[in-house]
């Protein structure tokens, strides 16, 4: 067994990025959520939408959700993923609102079906930085 | 108001092409578009004293300095990607109603299919949309890269809730085909498509297969606007901007939270413009609808409310968008079958059918066209045109 190193794109770890992902990397999924209005966030942002308040805190979320819509993969439009069609990038909506893009661990691709239970299963992906999969639920 | 404040009076375009390539920068593709749109309205170049570029496709210092513009007083480009010609459209119209300039040039051009190549996006490319760094940080690392796939979380939502189907997709593709063999000058003029070979082609992002996507072409088009006071005085008949506008789905830079998925620029920036343009949707002879993939047809024909949300695939079905149909759409072939000139084109085309010089695709007494624009995360932009 050959060692290979992981190619694929990764996030840039800078800024509310990253405290999105060392969460991850600590094997909790949290979101933003406003401490003025209670309104959770995704993608991370300075401000609330809702309510304007920069005051805020990362929120547990409880890591399960429904599969919202998805697309499969067939041909690759980037080149490190040219060697992993066919694949199935996921929205999952989860419990508390917010929606956010992943792939299912488990799922084969012509399987899916948009309202399937899912949870975060999460993968380590470099020694920094974890990504926030899901499995069926 | 805007109403019928200004015209465009110019169009130009280079020819289109996939192999070999045009041969020529994107600068010099520009520029012959936009010499050739200059020289069409009667117009000296040096007379031009407005030009809004393309996103990322040459600046206007550069452009003005090419054409020996040495009064250029109004400079701008909107960043709605394919929604950007149609809103700099209503950007141009606004600066010459105003006086802030008197003739604006629109250019746009790229070698899509020679050049770097749309379909290898890479994280770099994404640094340039509005979007960019979200995808970067939250789509790439799983592996949600493109247009394609991005617009295909869109319409598999849209085909869950409102049943729409492969074969309603397939009919956009086919009527885009249906026109752009009644027209020359379209890359798959001669090239029949049935629906067996629609729903053979191979997957490529589903619901998408690669006969929903658009072509990868090289080649430029441009136009001139100026006021409906200068209009009259030069050598076209004059084309009035009844109603324009543009917008952006909420939010704009990020697709998978917005709490109306099918809510996009269009949504808002339709109403906008035909309160403008002070028409019903039944008044429209034609529309130009910027199909970068099938859906976004249907997606569009709902938004600008041609028909319900949810009634689209049926629209489009049995020739409802094709020549002698409810409303022909992309009398010219669009980006699916003419060339994919960044929706620059559509507008070109509308113009064209509104003077009456199409030939075997002239829709019949043409009066007003709508022509609209999509980028980015679904931008939108609209124009309403007349003779």
Request: a negative charge; proline letters at 6%; hydrophobic letters at 40%.
């Amino acid at each position: 067994m050959t060692e290979t190193t992981y190619d694929k794109p990764l996030p840039r770890m800078d800024g509310l990025s990253k405290e999105f992902y060392d969460w991850c990397a600590k094997g909790e999924l949290r979101f933003q959520r406003c401490k003025c209005c209670g309104a959770w966030r995704h993608v991370p942002r300075d401000i609330c939408a809702e309510c304007s308040s920069f005051d805020w805190e990362w929120a547990l979320s409880s890591g399960r959700g429904t599969v919202f819509t998805w697309t499969v993969v067939a041909r690759a439009l980037h080149p490190a993923f040219g060697t992993s069609t066919p694949y199935a990038p996921v929205v999952v909506e989860l419990e508390g609102g917010v929606r956010l893009l992943t792939q299912l661990t488990d799922v084969a691709p012509d399987a899916l079906k948009i309202g399937m239970p899912v949870q975060v299963d999460f993968k380590s992906v470099t020694p920094e930085i974890t990504l926030p999969y899901f499995r069926r639920a | 108001m805007l109403k019928d404040k200004a015209c465009i009076v110019g169009i130009g375009e280079t020819p289109y092409c996939r192999k070999p390539g045009s041969g020529l920068s994107e600068m010099a593709i520009q520029l012959k578009a936009a010499v050739a749109a200059i020289e069409d309205a009667g117009l000296k170049a040096s007379q031009i004293d407005g030009i809004l570029p393309f996103p990322n496709l040459g600046k206007a210092e550069a452009l003005a300095a090419s054409l020996g513009c040495a009064n250029l007083r109004f400079a701008a480009t909107i960043h709605m990607g394919g929604a950007a010609p149609v809103a700099s459209l209503r950007a141009a119209a606004l600066a010459v109603a105003s006086g802030a300039a008197d003739y604006v040039l629109v250019p746009a051009g790229w070698n899509g299919f020679s050049g770097a190549r749309v379909r290898e996006t890479t994280t770099q490319d994404l640094d340039s949309i509005p979007g960019g760094a979200i995808a970067r940080d939250f789509y790439m690392p799983f592996g949600l890269t493109a247009p394609p796939q991005w617009y295909a979380l869109m319409a598999r939502r849209h085909m869950h809730e409102y049943g729409t189907t492969h074969e309603q997709l397939g009919a956009v593709a086919l009527a885009m085909r249906k026109h752009a063999n009644l027209n020359p000058a379209a890359v798959m003029h001669s090239k029949p498509l049935t629906m067996a070979d629609y729903l053979a082609s191979m997957m490529i992002a589903d619901p998408y297969k690669l006969l929903d996507c658009c072509l990868e072409t090289d080649g430029a088009a441009a136009f001139v606007v100026t006021s409906a006071e200068r209009a009259r005085d030069l050598k076209q008949k004059p084309i009035y901007v009844m109603g324009a506008a543009a917008s952006q789905p909420y939010p704009a830079d990020e697709i998978t939270n917005r709490k109306d998925l099918h809510q996009v620029g269009l949504s808002i920036a339709a109403p906008e413009a035909f309160r403008m343009a002070g028409i019903q949707h039944s008044d429209v002879d034609f529309a130009e609808i910027y199909d970068c993939f099938t859906f976004e047809v249907i997606q569009q024909i709902e938004e600008a409310g041609f028909c319900k949300r949810g009634e689209g695939g049926a629209f489009v079905e049995n020739g409802g968008i094709e020549l002698g149909g409810r409303l022909p759409v992309n009398t010219h072939g669009g980006l699916l079958s003419h060339a994919h000139s960044l929706g620059l084109g559509h507008l070109v085309e509308a113009v064209r059918q509104l003077r009456g010089e199409c030939g075997p695709r002239q829709v019949k007494d043409a009066e007003i066209g709508v022509v609209t624009g999509w980028g980015d995360f679904g931008d939108g932009s609209i124009a309403i045109l007349r003779r």
